[in-house]
């Protein structure tokens, strides 16, 4: 309902105090768990001209930013997650894994290409049993007054994207194939009244004339 300033002793030390105060820049430092909470801060220094007094900052619960982008579902099927920029997950639907690394595993590569380059990039992953592959974007973006570089992580099946091409191209095919089948239709008509009436005419005045009926 509102918001309070309280001074507290620092651990110095610490990410959240250390990297605003060595900076003299907002930070956002990695995130951490208190008390089972996944949390994380936004500091800045306190500054008198040139000198430092503190650093002040903000706590975030990072459950409540966990639950909105899980809600999210790209194409109808997607998911979204979250890294940190040290590359370790924020929101991901297994807990288990939240301020755990991205690791080495399938699409470490585009992960790694798309921090340095801060463009997004894409992987083709196999999906969980049952579901197929997986496009899996890699979506960087920067927080300038933070110094701070996360990035979004996208899934979204690969039936999803490809099913409404396949089902054009299915349609293309039907009608390519009514219109063939049409022309078939059309030919052997025309075939039958300009090719295979007046042969068969032809036959029969000719048997005609070879019984003796000029």
């Known amino acids: 309902g509102g918001i309070s300033l309280s ?41 008198s001209g040139d000198r430092l007094i503190g650093v002040t900052g903000l706590d975030i619960d990072l459950g409540a930013l966990s639950q909105e982008l899980s809600s999210f579902r790209p194409m109808g099927t997607g998911r979204v997650m979250l890294l940190s920029g040290a590359g370790r997950w924020i929101v991901h639907p297994d807990s288990g894994l939240r301020t755990q690394a991205y690791g080495s595993g399938p699409g470490s590569a585009e992960l790694a290409a798309a921090f340095a380059s801060r463009e997004p990039r894409l992987a083709r992953l196999d999906g969980d049993e049952g579901q197929g592959p997986l496009v899996r974007m890699f979506l960087p973006f920067e927080m300038p007054a933070l110094k701070a570089t996360w990035l979004a992580v996208v899934d979204v099946p690969e039936a999803t994207i490809t099913g409404p091409v396949n089902r054009k191209t299915l349609a293309m095919l039907l009608v390519g194939l009514g219109i063939i089948a049409t022309a078939l239709v059309i030919v052997a008509l025309a075939s039958h009244w300009m090719i295979t009436r007046p042969i068969a005419r032809a036959l029969s005045l000719s048997r005609a004339i070879g019984a003796g009926d000029l």
């Open 7 to 47: 001074a507290v002793t620092a651990d110095y030390e610490a990410e959240w105090y250390r990297l605003a105060a060595e900076t003299r820049h907002g930070a956002l430092p990695a995130p951490f768990d208190y008390e089972g909470v996944l949390m994380t801060s936004l500091a800045y220094p306190v500054l």
